[in-house]
């Protein structure tokens, strides 16, 4: 609108207003009559002495509008006008993200002006961000169903063909792929539980001692597979200075190194190369600053890719989750394990000729006198790592002589423990829940030598079973091994379980290496229990 219409229409209107509360005035007058029929006598004279004349009275109206009607128009154009003017200006370059009108001056208006600019560039950059974070976990999400569904579908497949299958080559056949695709499903859980805990900033680390060596040999045993089915190469270097017993969380360590080589095993073609190398880079006070370097002669990943590679939910590019699979989440919990590590982790690759991870952690030194108590390890050389075996107990246990007390309330969980413990030769009695497992130990505690105890149970849960069972006044209630064998994993849950007097966890799904190894360490530090009749 013209400015000089403006302050006509302003001015008109102001004037308007003016004009009818005089008139207003002047008729109420006149309907009240003269000045007879409203005042006696004695007033009359004295309001006709002093009153002003109509026509006197119009004349002030007319020089006082006329007064008020220009020091109105400056006032209304200053704080009225200019800033409705400026404000609508602004708002058009906002909406049309251009610089803000008067973001130039050097007064009140312009500072206000560059601050709207900021605001508004800073909202349309967070509105960015949050367009990309939601279509990210969009995709996460359809990506999270296939990666799910996917050997949910070859479980269920398989197991129909097992049932229908009357060679026993084509069961095993079957049970091989079941066994498979759980472990894949298991692997989906754990990142997804993993990151999780990353965005409740939840995720830490739990440092025991561990044999160096003995970890990467465990990591590089899983991948071998692997590599074998693409005819790859895997070459692993030592370094010797590397202190044989490391004081850190062996587990998340173990993870990050896995999730770098599965990585290059998925991206490198078959007849590729591989290498795993751990350097040490100095050691200060006792702790150790090591690097670690997983290099394949794979697709490589351009800058472009690269520079979002570790953002949780993405991948280099759609594209690979279509061919390859993953749930983007590998690298960004290796990001957040080695930074809890005290380290950083890095990348270099160019595109059709490979890439290498690089990251470094800080551990500390072990006890000397620990390291000789562990078991010899073998040579590892550049084409397969091998365990060392248990010379002292072999490769078949057994713990004949032994009883166990197992509290569980799902059937098929204690169908599972009892078949797969079965070669073992332990003898074990089941407790449906909680009050039942004290009920039976209770009832004659010298009869056995451990406790897997089940957490979420009915009636009675297993950490206020334990606290009731090491309550009792019997002395081997004191020291009777208590296992935790639950679903419940996280770091919570184990520090919980240790508060109520277990011994140790282990977690579902059974991981029957696990379980053997507990039954090894506690076990065999007892006497069996003999039954006499």
């Given at each position: ?6 302050k ?30 409203m ?51 602004s ?9 803000i ?37 969009s ?5 999270m ?10 479980i ?96 998340r ?34 702790v ?11 697709l ?20 690979t989750?279509r ?7 590998g ?6 394990i ?13 595109c ?41 107990h ?7 002589g ?20 079965e ?20 009832k004659?505690p010298?009869?056995y ?27 081997s209630?004191k020291t ?11 770091k919570e ?29 506690y ?11």
């Amino acid at each position: 609108m013209n400015k000089r219409i403006q302050k006509l229409l302003i001015s008109v209107v102001i004037g308007l207003l003016i004009v009818l509360l005089a008139v207003s005035v002047f008729v109420s007058q006149k309907k009240n009559g003269d000045y007879k029929t409203m005042f006696d006598e004695n007033v009359k004279s004295h309001l006709t002495s002093t009153s002003i004349a109509a026509h006197e009275f119009l004349t002030i109206l007319i020089i006082m509008l006329t007064a008020v009607m220009g020091f109105n128009v400056i006032l209304i154009r200053r704080f009225v006008v200019k800033p409705i003017s400026w404000l609508t200006d602004s708002i058009s370059s906002i909406i049309d993200k251009d610089s803000i009108y008067g973001e130039d001056r050097n007064d009140e208006i312009g500072e206000l002006a560059r601050v709207i600019l900021k605001t508004n560039r800073e909202m349309e950059s967070t509105l960015e961000k949050a367009r990309a974070a939601s279509k990210a976990k969009s995709d996460f999400l359809a990506n999270m169903s296939h990666e799910i569904r996917t050997p949910i579908n070859a479980i269920i497949g398989m197991t129909n063909i097992a049932e229908s299958a009357h060679n026993i080559e084509r069961k095993d056949y079957a049970l091989e792929k079941i066994k498979d695709a759980s472990s894949h499903l298991l692997g989906v859980i754990n990142n997804i539980l993993d990151m999780s805990k990353i965005e409740a900033n939840k995720l830490e680390l739990n440092s025991v001692a561990f044999n160096f060596e003995e970890m990467l040999q465990k990591v590089t045993n899983i991948i071998n597979f692997r590599i074998a089915e693409k005819h790859q190469k895997l070459s692993v270097h030592i370094d010797e200075n590397i202190p044989r017993t490391l004081i850190c969380d062996d587990q998340r360590l173990a993870q990050a190194v896995a999730n770098l080589l599965s990585n290059a095993v998925k991206f490198t073609p078959e007849q590729g190369a591989i290498y795993l190398s751990a350097h040490l880079l100095k050691v200060e006070r006792g702790v150790c600053e090591i690097k670690f370097d997983i290099k394949d002669t794979g697709l490589g990943i351009s800058e472009e890719q690269q520079a979002r590679l570790f953002n949780p939910f993405e991948q280099a590019e759609s594209s690979t989750t279509r061919k390859y699979g993953g749930t983007g989440l590998g690298l960004a919990i290796t990001k957040r394990i080695v930074e809890l590590m005290g380290g950083n982790i890095s990348i270099s690759s160019t595109c059709g000729e490979g890439s290498t991870f690089s990251f470094t952690i800080r551990a500390e030194k072990g006890d000397q006198e620990k390291e000789n108590t562990l078991p010899q390890m073998k040579k590892i050389n550049s084409n397969s790592i091998q365990v060392p075996v248990n010379e002292e107990h072999g490769t078949t246990e057994h713990f004949y002589g032994y009883r166990a007390l197992l509290a569980e309330d799902v059937d098929i969980n204690r169908e599972i423990v009892l078949t797969l413990l079965e070669p073992t030769l332990l003898e074990i009695d089941c407790a449906e829940n909680g009050v039942e497992a004290v009920r039976m130990y209770s009832k004659d505690p010298g009869k056995y030598n451990i406790i897997f105890m089940d957490l979420q149970m009915p009636e009675m849960d297993g950490y206020e079973a334990t606290r009731k069972i090491r309550a009792l006044d019997e002395k081997s209630a004191k020291t009777i091994p208590i296992i935790a064998m639950t679903a419940n994993v996280f770091k919570e849950d184990i520090d919980n379980c240790l508060k109520a007097g277990m011994n140790g966890h282990l977690g579902k799904p059974f991981d029957l290496d696990a379980v053997m190894q507990t039954l090894k360490r506690y076990l065999f530090q007892q006497m069996p229990v003999v039954e006499t009749s």
